[in-house]
Every structure is written in structure tokens, then in C-alpha cells.
């Protein structure tokens, strides 16, 4: 797997995952058939047998209008990373099922994972929580508020044949999730974050710009001293200057250190551009 486009695309990204090149089409204009061919020959090259584009304009706003465009992909296929199988799927939203840009930080995670207790919010398909169960974690929780994402998360568990007995799978809101954690004395020596800039749930609207500070209050006291923090972004409006405020921001009556970062995939890596995927690892004293 790997990002084939990135900023390079004139308005066009692409990810191979395996045998399927996935196109993120962020042009205002949706693609015409010139455009497809073009594409199809991309893939072609790319030695991939299938493509799959989505149409980002206006994303977020109405999830059920989605438009996009395809050759004959399949609905299910699977690949590895770091010696981890996943399920990718081509129609459940704008992702096949996993973030390649989030690799080195799955593989911090599955190197750093041993003997410890491992919170995942937000944790979509479970790529974090797959690592931190190859990297000998002893115990799981996976937060999700989409009960079909977390579905997914079992298949992906199944499929690597990774026993469950100590790993927890919540349709849940992450601060409520947290809120009850809290009562209930409830510690971890690894939590990572991963928030939607925006997302809606039965609970309401969760929208990272107002809500990174409380979700980080009600993180903290549930990390055991010495424990690691993982919290990323992909919210395109951020900086990495910004992204880092916010942290201080919301950890600022609190004493911490920050860890080294592991270094930025070569296919995401853009040395004259601000990253798209900021991260924080955050030790807590």
C-alpha cells in the first residue's frame, strides 16, 4: 500500500491499496470521461487492475450524496502492513478502510504496545488497536460511535486471528465513553486519539475546533503516569503550529513532556508543505 499522488496531483490524490487505486478527486468540477481515461491508464501503469474515484467536494456536509466513479472493484478485498491483514471495502465512505499516512504511527504503536493497557477512540476500522494486538498489548478498548465501522473492526481482528478475550469493542460518543471511565476508576498506559474534524452522532455534533480542549481534560486523568498519548489530525485548516496550540491549550495546567515523533512516510512527505497529518506524542509526568 502506498500514496501514489499527493501534492502533485493538480487536485487529484491517489492510494494503491493492493490492486485498487483509490482517487480523492478535490477538483470543484466533477470528473468528465476524459478525466476517467486518464486515470484508467494511471492505474494501468501504476500496475494496478482497478480504480475507484470519490468526488471531495463539499464532503461532510451530506454523507448520502456521495458521487463517485469506478471501474469493476471489488466490494471486499484484503492486504497487509507491517504483517497485518486488513479488510479493505470499496463502498463504506470516502476511505477503503484504513489511512496510509497513519502507517509509522501504526508501527510506533505496535512497537511500543508490550504489557500495556491500550484505549482507541475513534477508532474507525482498528488499525491502532490491530498493531497494539500484534505488539503483545494485554488489554484493548475500541471507541466508536459507528456500530458498522466496528463490525468492521471484528472481521479485521478475525481475519489476523487475534483472541478478544481482553479486547472491548464500544459503539459509544468517545467523551462520554471517557466520562464513564472516569467514574469508574478506570486507567490507561496508552490512549490514542484520532478525532473527525467533524462528525454527527445520536449524541449530537462533534467538531474538533470546539471540542479538542475537553476532550483532552477528559483524556488526561485517565492516563496512568509515565503513559503515552497518541492524538492526531487531519483537519486541513491546521497548521502543525495551530494543531500544537490546541494540545498546550488543552493540557496547559497539566505536566507533560512530548515524545520524538517516528519519521513521516517518504510518500507523505513534503518538505516545502506543512503536513496534512499532524501528530502529537504526549507523555504524561
Known amino acids: 500500500m502506498v500514496r501514489l499522488l499527493h501534492t502533485d496531483g493538480n487536485g487529484v490524490r491517489c492510494d494503491r491499496y493492493g490492486t485498487v487505486c483509490w482517487f480523492y478527486w478535490y477538483r470543484s468540477t466533477p470528473p468528465e470521461p476524459d478525466d476517467l481515461e486518464a486515470l484508467a491508464y494511471f492505474t494501468s501503469k501504476a500496475g494496478a487492475q482497478e480504480w475507484l474515484v470519490h468526488w471531495m467536494h463539499d464532503r461532510g456536509k451530506n454523507p448520502q450524496q456521495q458521487r463517485r466513479w469506478s471501474s469493476a472493484v471489488p466490494t471486499s478485498w484484503q492486504t497487509t502492513e507491517h504483517g497485518i491483514r486488513y479488510t479493505l471495502k470499496s463502498g463504506q465512505g470516502l476511505s477503503a478502510g484504513l489511512f496510509l499516512d497513519q502507517r509509522p504511527n501504526r508501527r510506533w504503536v505496535l512497537e511500543n504496545a508490550a504489557g500495556k493497557n491500550v484505549l482507541n477512540l475513534f477508532c474507525y476500522t482498528a488499525g491502532f488497536s490491530l498493531c497494539a494486538a500484534q505488539g503483545q498489548a494485554v488489554s484493548l478498548i475500541n471507541v466508536d460511535t459507528s456500530k458498522a465501522t466496528l463490525a468492521w473492526a471484528k472481521e479485521n481482528f478475525a481475519l489476523n486471528q487475534f483472541a478478544t478475550d481482553h479486547t472491548e469493542f464500544w459503539a459509544a460518543d468517545a467523551q ?98 506543512s503536513p496534512i497529518l499532524k501528530v502529537a506524542i504526549v507523555v504524561k509526568y
Open 176 to 273: 462520554f465513553f471517557l466520562q464513564r471511565c472516569k467514574k469508574r476508576g478506570r486507567t490507561f498506559d496508552l490512549i490514542i486519539c484520532d478525532p473527525p474534524s467533524f462528525a454527527r452522532n445520536t449524541s449530537g455534533t462533534f467538531v474538533l475546533e470546539r471540542d479538542i480542549q475537553g476532550l483532552l481534560s477528559h483524556i488526561w486523568p485517565l492516563l496512568t503516569p509515565g503513559g503515552h498519548l497518541l492524538f492526531s489530525s487531519n483537519y486541513e485548516k491546521w497548521n502543525f503550529n495551530t494543531f500544537s496550540h490546541h494540545i498546550s491549550a488543552g493540557l496547559a495546567r497539566h505536566p507533560y513532556q512530548l515524545a520524538s515523533l517516528p519519521p513521516p512516510a517518504r510518500d507523505f512527505e513534503t518538505p516545502e508543505q
